[in-house]
């Protein structure tokens, strides 16, 4: 099993970034999948998630309306596209799957993951 994020960087506030997890090793179609960030000295906390088939999304409130989660099953990938991005954004990005009922909001509940992706944001 392999969750592969890319497409973190250096930003400016304001800016936006997009995120990619691409799956491998397993069903991907078959599980929901989150995106989570740890900032220094802070605990992993939830960003957003998306329901196997993508018909249903969550996201934490501090990105709402910024953040857009999304997924392609056929190329095995999910997305995170970021805009209007903060300083407070600044963390490691990692991306997971879960196969419990929509939407889990938990990262110990979550079966995989990836090795995370570095966002930071320049005020």
């Known amino acids: 099993v392999q969750l592969q994020a890319s497409g973190g960087g250096l930003v400016q506030a304001g800016d936006s970034l997009r995120l990619s997890c691409a799956a491998s090793?397993?069903?991907?179609?078959?599980?929901?999948m989150g995106w989570f960030r740890q900032a220094p000295g802070k605990e992993r906390e939830f960003v957003a998630a998306i329901s196997w088939s993508g018909s249903t999304t969550y996201y934490a409130d501090s990105v709402k309306g910024r953040f857009t989660i999304s997924r392609d099953n056929a190329k095995n990938t999910v997305y995170l596209q970021m805009n209007t991005l903060k300083p407070e954004d600044t963390a490691v990005y990692y991306c997971?799957?879960?196969?419990?009922?929509?939407?889990?909001?938990?990262?110990?509940?979550?079966?995989?993951w990836g090795q995370g992706t570095l966002v930071t944001v320049s005020s």
């Open positions: 090793g397993f069903t991907f179609s078959s599980y929901a």
């Open positions: 997971a799957a879960v196969d419990r009922p929509f939407p889990v909001l938990t990262p110990r509940q979550y079966r995989y």
